[in-house]
Structures are given as structure tokens and as C-alpha cells.
């Protein structure tokens, strides 16, 4: 039973098992972005790319996001980038 808060407006939510544990994730995800050039065609503003950020890792109704190793959020994140990659490959 999930007891996770609603994900709020504009959050990613992901069901991410975790080290044995399952998780309910929010993620702030900024989509990649082309730079843009000037009228000579030179880079004016560089490339971004991607972005999942974690937000919230909720067990039941807590929220334990700010207890989590760093190595742990960075492999959260990748997954979570991952996920959106290839729900935008669906898309096509």
C-alpha cells in the first residue's frame, strides 16, 4: 500500500526498489536544452543536458531523501534519467 503524499505539480514520480527497500521518489527533471548561437552561427549559450534531481524518497509516509548516502541518490537519479530517456524514446 502506497502511503506516499500525492507527488505535487511539475515532480516526477517513480517506484524505485533501493538497496532491498522500495521507495516512492520525486524527482525535479529539467529536460536537455540546445544552446543558442548568434548570428555567425558561434555558440552563444552552451548545451544543456538532462536532469533528474531527487526531491523526496519516501518509505510509507516518510520521507528519508536527507538520510540517504550520496552514492545512493546519484544511482536514484541515473535511474530515474534513464527512465525518462527511454519513456521518450516510447514517444516516437
Do not use: R, W
Not at 527533471?29 to 552563444?44: C, F
Not at 541515473?78 to 527511454?86: F, H, K
Amino acid at each position: 500500500m502506497n502511503m506516499a503524499p500525492p507527488c505535487p505539480d511539475g515532480l516526477l514520480e517513480l517506484n524505485i526498489e533501493c538497496e532491498g527497500v522500495d521507495l516512492v521518489c520525486h524527482f525535479d527533471y529539467t529536460p536537455a536544452e540546445s544552446g543558442s548561437k548568434d548570428s555567425m552561427g558561434l555558440l552563444y549559450e552552451p548545451d544543456s543536458k538532462a536532469e533528474c534531481t531527487l526531491a523526496h524518497a519516501y518509505v510509507g509516509d516518510v520521507d528519508i531523501a536527507h538520510l540517504l548516502l550520496q552514492y545512493l541518490v546519484t544511482d536514484l537519479e541515473q535511474t530515474a534519467l534513464e527512465y525518462t530517456q527511454e519513456d521518450q524514446n516510447d514517444d516516437y
